[in-house]
């Protein structure tokens, strides 16, 4: 009984550390702008179905791993809306300046979708800033 025990319990620690194959994709890539090809230092990248969100931290250099249900364990195979939210320079009281053109602020307004598949492991996405300069956005306020 003992060397069966010892067998199936091999057998589940090897299972547990080889995966069990839950069909995530590990999915990492970087947010540049279109203009200048400098990377996106701030924000919160999402990945949208009507039933389903997924998101990525952007970091300073622009990258971001996407997560479902823990830290950078990827997102299921399908189609995503992708929207960024987050990109802003707080300039002082209430004044809070949007980075990136207005239409990014959310995955149904951005006109952005991505195919995620087995074989998608890096994505670069190019985003356009705020038409609206800082200084005229200053002056409105």
Known sequence: MTRSFLICFS???LLC???CGNGQVGLSGKVVFSD???PLNIG???FSTPTFQARGEIKADGTFSMASFGKN???PPGTYQVGIIGATEDLGGDKIYSILDPKWNGPTTSGFS?????TTKNLEI????NPQSREDFQKKK
């Open 73 to 75: 364990d990827g997102l």
């Open 126 to 129: 190019k985003v356009d800033r």
């Open 114 to 118: 991505v195919t995620v598949d087995k």
């Open 44 to 46: 919160t990248i999402c």
């Open 11 to 13: 057998f589940f620690v």
């Open 17 to 19: 550390l080889t995966g």
């Open 36 to 38: 200048d090809g400098s």
